[in-house]
T-cell receptor
């Protein structure tokens, strides 16, 4: 069973920041938070991951709460090409070679 | 970034035949590869985990005799769907990870069994 809870869908205006929430209240101390996205009929694309510190890369920022029970993925300037299903996954890299269990994800639609 | 390819991208086969799908890591050595399937409008379901040179570990409910997985080298894993039936029609996706445990996904293979 997926260990995360995400909203089913959200809309975002092109050029604005998209903030995608994720709850993972049962996260263990050795589990990372991963974000992937899947554009229709393609394989998932890695976005970012973190353990407890906030992380930023060229695609997005990841904000993890101090108690690690929730996180937010931020796409700073959403474009139409960011329309996809976004998956928040918790996984321990030392557990079963880093298996990823995908939940339902959040369908993000970026509109002009 | 790391690139994973799959071949073929689409395949149509007749019921009762077997189909082989290849997954290759093009620019890194994949110690572990994963196979997923995805039905329309559904999320990815992990089918099995394979480590180079050893037998695959299948998730509960996945028939190992029907979905044969071979991971003979650090850059290639194959999934063979044996005696395929229409209910096996799905989107099959592989992923590969190296020493950093980050998974990189292939583009997927659309299997249609008629």
């Amino acid at each position: 069973d997926a260990k995360t809870t995400q909203p089913t869908s959200m809309d975002c205006a092109e050029g604005r920041a998209a903030n995608l929430p994720c709850n993972h209240s049962t996260i263990s101390g050795n589990e990372y938070v991963y974000w992937y996205r899947q554009i229709h009929s393609q394989g998932p694309q890695y976005i970012i991951h973190g353990l407890k510190n906030n992380e930023t890369n060229e695609m997005a920022s990841l904000i993890i709460t101090e108690d690690r029970k929730s996180s937010t993925l931020i796409l700073p300037h959403a474009t139409l090409r960011d329309t996809a299903v976004y998956y928040c996954i918790v996984s321990a890299t030392t557990d079963s070679w880093g298996k990823l269990q995908f939940g339902a994800g959040t369908q993000v639609v970026v509109t002009p | 970034g790391a690139v994973v390819s799959q071949h073929p991208s689409r395949v149509i086969c007749k019921s009762g035949t077997s189909v082989k799908i290849e997954c290759r890591s093009l620019d890194f050595q994949a110690t572990t590869m994963f196979w997923y399937r995805q039905f329309p409008k559904k999320s990815l379901m992990l089918m099995a985990t394979s480590n180079e040179g050893s037998k695959a570990t299948y998730e509960q409910g996945v028939e190992k005799d029907k979905f044969l997985i071979n991971h003979a080298s650090l850059t290639l894993s194959t999934l063979t769907v044996t005696s395929a039936h229409p209910e096996d029609s799905s989107f099959y996706i592989c992923s590969a990870s190296g020493t950093t445990y980050e998974q990189y996904f292939g583009p997927g293979t659309r299997l249609t069994v008629t």
